[in-house]
C-alpha cells in the first residue's frame, strides 16, 4: 500500500517560513519523481515544484527564489522549504509520487491528502 503524508502546515505571518514534509511509503522511492502542488481556495490545482530521481529540481515562477524543494532517499521523505511567504502562497499543499509501487512495473501519480498553509497576519 502506498502513503504519503503531508506534515508542517500552518498559520504564518507574511515574510515568514515553513518548512513542509512528505513520508512516502510503499514505493520505490528513489525513482519516484516528486512533486509538491498546491491549491487555493477556489483555484485549480497548481505545480509549485519538482524533484527528479537525479535531484533536478523545476519551481513555478511565482515561487522561484523563495521555496526550495529537496529529497532524502534514505528517509523516504521529500521536503518543502519556504520563506517569504506572501499572502497568495495559502492553499493546501499536495504531495506527489510519480512512480512505482513495491512490486510492481506499472508507473503512477500518488497523492497525499494534503497539508494547510496559511499566510496571514
Known amino acids: 500500500q502506498v502513503q504519503l503524508v503531508e506534515s508542517g502546515g500552518g498559520l504564518v505571518q507574511p515574510g515568514g517560513s515553513l518548512r513542509l514534509s512528505c513520508a512516502v511509503s510503499?514505493?520505490?522511492?528513489?525513482?519516484?519523481?516528486m512533486g509538491w502542488y498546491r491549491q487555493a481556495p477556489g483555484k485549480q490545482r497548481e505545480l509549485v515544484a519538482t524533484i527528479t530521481s537525479g535531484s533536478s529540481r523545476n519551481y513555478v515562477d511565482s515561487v522561484k527564489g523563495r521555496f526550495t524543494i529537496s529529497r532524502d532517499n534514505a528517509k523516504n521523505m521529500v521536503y518543502l522549504q519556504m520563506n517569504s511567504l506572501k499572502p497568495e502562497d495559502t492553499a493546501v499543499y499536495y504531495c506527489?509520487?510519480?512512480?512505482?509501487?513495491?512490486?510492481?512495473?506499472?508507473?503512477?501519480?500518488?497523492w497525499g491528502k494534503g497539508t494547510l498553509v496559511t499566510v496571514s497576519s
Open positions: 510503499g514505493t520505490v522511492f528513489s525513482s519516484n519523481a
Open positions: 506527489n509520487a510519480h512512480g512505482r509501487r513495491v512490486g510492481s512495473y506499472v508507473v503512477m501519480d500518488y
